[in-house]
């Protein structure tokens, strides 16, 4: 199994995502199966940096974008079974992915815990909203004109998303308000995602080291 630095955490990169006198949030997560090894390490509290080399190229620009636009340092390194078709490599990185994000968020303590944000790309208008409920759920309403963006399945994006949703335990619906070409429906998901995340996993600090929850417990 390869081994993966964790990134380095300056006090200034902490500060700026509110998370100061916070412990640095950051996961790796490795998930081998016969058709597929993943490894996945995260950093909630970074800069957008990103490698991304899953063999998929679709795939590693939407993580590129989750990273970016989700200010997530993000290493994503995965082999699989791309000769037979993306599925499985697809999947297993969405579950690894969603996995990091719940080891990276701990007992959520803290966060925002709600996320919400709409991201237009050209003519594409998508809305997430999102909460890190510990109660997985995905409501998904993505309707995508092409089977295919270059050789991408364009259903892999359903099957990205259950996967990422069921693994962090985050409540996630998907609303598509406008758009026809498929590159830009799907790249204004991942953006939109990503705001939205990082919204709900900012430390709020007036709640301090506190569960977000008027029930003192997410889950339930």
Do not use: W
Request: aromatic content about 6%.
């Amino acid at each position: 199994m390869r081994s993966i630095e964790h990134p380095e955490v300056s006090s200034n990169q902490k500060s700026s995502n509110y998370n100061s006198g916070f412990n640095p949030r950051i996961a790796t997560v490795s998930r081998t199966t016969g058709e597929t090894d993943v490894n996945v390490t995260l950093n909630l509290d970074g800069t957008g940096n990103c490698n991304a080399q899953t063999g998929i190229p679709f795939l590693d620009h939407m993580l590129h974008q989750i990273s970016s636009h989700g200010l997530i340092d993000l290493d994503v390194r995965a082999t699989g079974d791309i000769e037979i078709d993306d599925h499985h490599t697809n999947e297993d990185v969405g579950i690894t992915l969603g996995q990091a994000l719940a080891k990276a968020l701990g007992n959520r303590k803290g966060i925002v815990r709600f996320g919400h944000f709409i991201a237009p790309l050209d003519e594409a208008l998508v809305q997430i909203a999102l909460d890190f409920s510990g109660r997985p759920h995905l409501t998904y309403g993505l309707e995508i004109p092409t089977q295919r963006v270059g050789t991408y399945d364009t259903q892999l994006v359903r099957e990205f998303f259950v996967a990422v949703a069921n693994n962090s335990q985050m409540t996630l619906h998907i609303r598509q308000l406008d758009g026809i070409n498929s590159h830009h429906i799907i790249e204004a998901t991942f953006k939109a995602f990503a705001r939205a995340m990082r919204m709900a996993t900012e430390i709020d600090p007036r709640r301090a080291s506190t569960i977000p929850s008027s029930k003192g417990v997410l889950g339930g």
